[in-house]
């Protein structure tokens, strides 16, 4: 399966329950190619506000990378060509056309990219997961932290006189976005509450029984019966 | 009759040195509070030579300019060692630093320490923790030769005999690491990324360089290798980690076990204020790989933490679990607590 290790259907970081993900299944009927306008923009303006981006990934140009939100039904390819960048949005892609994965949920990828969390941090939780090439990520990861991103000010930047309007709907958006994730939490919390009530106690059993083999082994341990 | 007890001497307040291997990990660091920031060019003049890290000639005049605005000093790790009869890229770094105005170049190789004192007499000389001076004559004889102001001492000595070392070699400086990853090994001595990439940390400027680093997803959890070997198998539950070779899991007398080290951070915020009594000039914060989140976090943290030390007050209880390598911490050589 290398070099990109990007399998169909396959999710090495499973998707939170959350917002994004309920909007990824809203998303399903809809074909990429009607998102790539939104890709193509977004790249554009990473070009001109950040072009210290492609500047460090230099020596990469032929290194595609696959960028897998896991709560949403499709990926994001980057080719970091210098001379012709693309970002394209694609349903799925065959592991030959990258040189590695990133897999993570699109909230994590944009705090990410914006460098609010820290991308080992990430990776040592679990929380982000990497396929093939880690030369080419890490590179990547250098890369776009070191712009200093804020998606909300570089987007306002490009719009002229519509940044006011823009910003007062991204923050109300955000916020909006803040209480669903805290309505859909409460959500989760009460449909698992029977199984994590089971699972405690399965615990405690565990714990239990740990100890008394514990005992046991000391006991056998000195001659005694085990 | 009570005889009175003197006054203790007021602490002096250490500087705060900071990682940044972007220019947006500068100005994270110093506006989360760092007295200095270290820096590194993109190439393997410095040991943390990895793929899209470090400053250009351009990025670091404007980090120079940016720090010294809000009165923060920017030092250059030019740290690695040349290679033989090819000293040209190093010689170029350090000029670059003197023209650029750089605080200070922290310097490991002895003959590239000669070439900056004797082409670079104004230039300010550290001497990088890679040189591995832990002693007072070893510390003597580069101050006394070169003119070297500071030195980052190995980690290998415990709180008290940072104290001895600093009573014996002062006017020079001491500077101490106080967070972040660990080289169990002697610095600038290890060979072991070496022996499994053919690419050497202190010439080329990566231990366990990204180019040979492989992670393999299983079912059973995660597989990280490095130069084919492979060093490390966490199972879903467990905090991953790098594949560096001293912090491989290894299979001995039929048990797998962190053979040298487990993966594990140095935090020194508990005992800070011993460290601050031993009299460190500088406190050094592990981690130009690293993105801006950590540096930040970092560097607030012990921002807070000598503050509330030379206030007088408790230090705080600051949770960095999250950030550190394998979720674990210890004060390592400084306490000794194997011992």
Not at chain 2, 144 to 159: A, M, N, W
Request: aromatic share 6%; charged share 25%; glycine share 8%.
């Amino acid at each position: 399966m290398r070099p990109g290790q990007v399998r169909a259907n396959v999710k090495p970081v499973q998707p939170p329950f959350s917002p994004v993900l309920l909007l990824g299944m809203a998303l399903k009927p809809v074909r990429p190619a009607l998102l790539q306008p939104v890709f193509d923009g977004v790249l554009k303006m990473l070009r001109r506000r950040h072009p210290d981006i492609l500047d460090r990934m230099a020596d990469y140009a032929s290194k595609p990378v696959c960028i897998n939100p896991v709560d949403l039904p499709f990926v994001i390819l980057l080719d970091p060509n210098p001379d012709d960048p693309r970002l394209t949005v694609r349903r799925e892609i065959d592991p030959q056309e990258v040189a590695a994965t990133i897999h993570g949920p699109l909230e994590v990828l944009l705090a990410l990219a914006e460098g609010k969390v820290d991308g080992d941090a990430l990776f040592f939780t679990r929380r982000l997961v990497i396929e093939g090439d880690t030369e080419v990520v890490v590179a990547l990861r250098n890369a776009i932290d070191g712009a200093g991103i804020d998606l909300i000010n570089d987007i306002s930047a490009e719009l002229g006189p519509l940044a006011r309007p823009f910003r007062s709907c991204a923050s109300a958006a955000v916020d909006l976005l803040g209480r669903i994730q805290d309505d859909i939490e409460t959500l989760r919390t009460a449909l698992i509450a029977p199984a994590v009530k089971d699972s405690n106690a399965q615990n405690a059993r565990i714990t239990q029984l740990e100890a008394e083999l514990k005992t046991l082994r000391k006991a056998a341990r000195r001659g005694g019966v085990a | 009759m009570t005889t009175a007890q003197p006054a203790p001497a007021p602490l002096t307040r250490p500087e705060l040195v900071c990682p940044a291997g972007t220019p947006a990990a500068l100005k994270s660091a110093i506006d989360a509070g760092a007295d200095c920031v270290y820096v590194g060019f993109r190439d393997e003049t410095n040991a943390r030579n990895f793929p899209g890290l470090n400053f250009n000639r351009r990025e670091l005049a404007e980090g120079i300019e940016y720090a010294h605005g809000k009165g923060a000093k920017v030092l250059v790790a030019v740290n690695t060692f040349p290679r033989a009869g090819q000293p040209e890229i190093w010689h170029r770094a350090v000029a670059d630093c003197d023209e650029l105005k750089a605080d200070a170049v922290i310097l490991a190789d002895i003959g590239l320490i000669d070439h900056a004192a004797r082409h670079h007499p104004n230039l300010r000389l550290h001497l990088s923790v890679q040189a591995a001076a832990s002693n007072p004559d070893a510390i003597r004889f580069y101050a006394d030769r070169y003119g070297i102001k500071r030195v980052v001492l190995p980690r290998v000595l415990t709180v008290q005999e940072i104290a001895e070392v600093n009573a014996r070699i002062a006017p020079i400086e001491t500077e101490v690491f106080v967070f972040g990853g660990l080289c169990v090994m002697a610095e600038g001595r290890c060979a072991l990324s070496s022996y499994a990439t053919g690419q050497s940390p202190n010439i080329n400027g990566a231990c366990s360089p990204a180019s040979d680093v492989r992670y393999t997803e299983t079912n059973e959890g995660i597989t990280s290798e490095l130069g084919g070997f492979t060093i490390n198998k966490f199972a879903h539950t467990e905090p991953a980690g790098y594949p560096t070779l001293c912090k491989g899991r290894f299979i001995a007398n039929d048990k797998a076990s962190y053979l040298f080290e487990e993966p594990t951070s140095l935090n020194t915020l508990a005992i800070l204020p011993d460290l601050i009594r031993a009299g460190v000039t500088a406190f050094k914060i592990e981690g130009r790989q690293r993105g801006r989140a950590y540096v930040a976090a970092v560097v607030g943290a012990f921002r807070q933490g000598v503050d509330a030390v030379l206030a007088g007050k408790s230090l705080p209880d600051i949770d960095l679990d999250r950030i550190t390598e394998g979720g674990k911490q210890t004060t390592g050589a400084y306490e000794k607590a194997w011992r």
